[in-house]
């Protein structure tokens, strides 16, 4: 590519980043909602692909269930990545690095030195 036109793509880029970055902060509550709507999308597509429920004690209310990672290594990849949310992109590349277990499971699975613990009974409903 030619210098003058790369030259005028960086500029351009350079103009929409700042057109952006002036939109978002005007329109602070719109761009919040948009962002909001695509996580819990995005959560979604998530627990389905998961299998929607938990795998320690099935547990199927959405309300409850978190994703969490086989090997314990959310804190590295966290620092990686530099983000907390798990996107889709991060979840299609290495699907088995996650797995989707309700709050008192993941909770338990911490306080039983990362490894899972299912339950001896499982609860009556």
């Given at each position: ?18 057109r ?28 389905k692909?998961?299998?929607n429920?938990?795998?320690?004690c ?10 969490d990672h ?39 699975k ?16």
């Amino acid at each position: 590519m030619p210098f003058h036109k790369l030259a005028r793509t960086k500029l351009s880029m350079t103009k929409t980043a700042i057109r952006l970055r002036k939109y978002r902060k005007e329109n602070l509550e719109h761009t919040k909602e948009v962002v909001r709507r695509r996580n819990v999308k995005t959560k979604i597509k998530i627990h389905k692909l998961l299998g929607n429920k938990c795998k320690g004690c099935g547990e199927t209310d959405p309300m409850y269930l978190q994703i969490d990672h086989v090997k314990n290594d959310g804190c590295e990849e966290r620092k990686r990545t530099k983000n907390a949310k798990i996107s889709m992109r991060m979840y299609l590349d290495k699907p088995k690095m996650y797995q989707l277990l309700c709050a008192n499971c993941n909770y338990a699975k911490k306080l039983n030195g990362g490894k899972l613990y299912k339950p001896k009974k499982k609860r009556k409903r």
